[in-house]
T-cell receptor, first 116, second 112 residues
Framework: GAVVSQHPSWVICKSGTSVKIECRSL??????MFWYRQFPKQSLMLMAT?????????EQGVEKDKFLINHASLTLSTLTVTSAHPEDSSFYIC????????????FGQGTRLTVV | QKEVEQDPGPLSVPEGAIVSLNCTYS??????FMWYRQYSRKGPELLMY????GNKEDGRFTAQVDKSSKYISLFIRDSQPSDSATYLC????????????FGTGTLLAVQP
């Protein structure tokens, strides 16, 4: 299957600082990348959808100024959590799919963010 | 009503058992159906991908889609302790956004 690499796998940061998470598709061109948040024992909550070269589409209730998403190339998308607070602590996961509608999405390993 | 319903479990079975995992959905526009396996603190891993109705087999795994009943299933034969994980169904209408709609996941424990 296709490989999606997410980095870092875990990060601890101080409250008020910003954290950047990278998501790379290693062996295919990902025209669409998705960012999810997952709380313990819960399913994936879609935060935003990003298409290469255009602005991300955020789901209702997700603050676009807090969660900055950049999809500058067909293999890289980044999520920056700005001015992080303890309530932003969570498991963040990216996924990537190729252009064809109905394509399966492949997930990164996830990033565990802890804000102290 | 949620677009996709999935029994959260937990489901506990003995090693070697046949496991049946199911999802129902309400949107008749869904055409693409996937099953993912997620181990604790890891990203989901794609197990099965099917288009429209029918069966698909891959090793010990069989995926079934019944669009007339809006019902999909994943069967695991000869279950192993290493199959213990959360299983997520997902589906898409194949639209431009390619957005997947997920079930809540079923936690499976295979006892040795």
């Amino acid at each position: 299957g296709a490989v999606v690499s997410q980095h870092p796998s875990w990060v601890i940061c101080k409250s008020g600082t910003s954290v950047k998470i990278e998501c790379r598709s290693l062996d295919f061109q990902a025209t669409t990348m998705f960012w999810y948040r997952q709380f313990p024992k819960q399913s994936l909550m879609l935060m935003a959808t990003s298409n290469e070269g255009s602005k991300a589409t955020y789901e209702q209730g997700v603050e676009k100024d807090k969660f900055l998403i950049n999809h500058a190339s067909l293999t890289l998308s980044t999520l920056t959590v700005t001015s992080a607070h303890p309530e932003d602590s969570s498991f963040y996961i990216c996924s990537a799919s190729s252009f064809r509608g109905g394509s399966a999405a492949f997930f990164g390993q996830g990033t565990r963010l802890t804000v102290v | 009503q949620k677009e996709v319903e999935q029994d959260p479990g937990p489901l506990s079975v003995p090693e070697g058992a046949i496991v049946s995992l199911n999802c129902t959905y309400s949107n008749s526009a869904f055409q693409y159906f996937m099953w993912y396996r997620q181990y604790s603190r890891k990203g989901p891993e794609l197990l099965m991908y099917t288009y429209s109705s029918g069966n698909k087999e891959d090793g010990r795994f069989t995926a079934q889609v019944d669009k007339s009943s809006k019902y999909i299933s994943l069967f695991i034969r000869d279950s192993q302790p290493s199959d213990s994980a959360t299983y997520l169904c997902a589906m898409s209408d194949g639209g431009a956004t390619n957005k997947l709609i997920f079930g809540t996941g079923t936690l499976l424990a295979v006892q040795p």
